[in-house]
Nanobody, 124 residues
Framework: EVHFVESGGGLVQAGGSLRLSCAAS????????IGWFRQAPGKEREGVSC????????YYEDSVKGRFTVSRVNSKHTAYLQMNSLKPEDTAVYYC?????????????????WGQGTQVTVSS
């Protein structure tokens, strides 16, 4: 059974940092890209970042470029999202998923499953 467990969220002041973790299980982690998504209140879920399985190449949505860094450790079946210089508009629930590829528009999830997410709240 596929599971994604996101953690590391919290309340932080603008300009602060958080490191999110995504622990995955139930599938061969190395086979797929890992994408980070977020959903703010009243808004649609949007893609934030992605890290490829094959070469570790990374992709970022324009609003987070230069502030967020995505990574993965295949041996731990875990992906990370380091978020620096946080802004109030980054406030959202953050989710991770397995994707067939980074950069697809729209992104194509491997599994029809969302974890519980982790809440990030940035105060001004």
């Amino acid at each position: 059974e596929v599971h994604f467990v996101e953690s590391g969220g919290g309340l932080v002041q603008a300009g602060g940092s958080l490191r999110l973790s995504c622990a995955a299980s139930g599938f061969t982690f190395d086979d797929y890209a890992i994408g980070w998504f977020r959903q703010a209140p009243g808004k649609e879920r949007e893609g934030v970042s992605c890290v490829r399985n094959s070469d570790g190449n990374t992709y970022y949505e324009d609003s987070v470029k230069g502030r967020f860094t995505v990574s993965r450790v295949n041996s731990k079946h875990t992906a990370y999202l380091q978020m620096n210089s946080l802004k109030p508009e980054d406030t959202a629930v953050y989710y991770c998923v397995a994707l067939y590829r980074c950069g697809d528009s729209p992104p194509v999830r491997v599994y029809d499953y969302w974890g519980q997410g982790t809440q990030v709240t940035v105060s001004s």
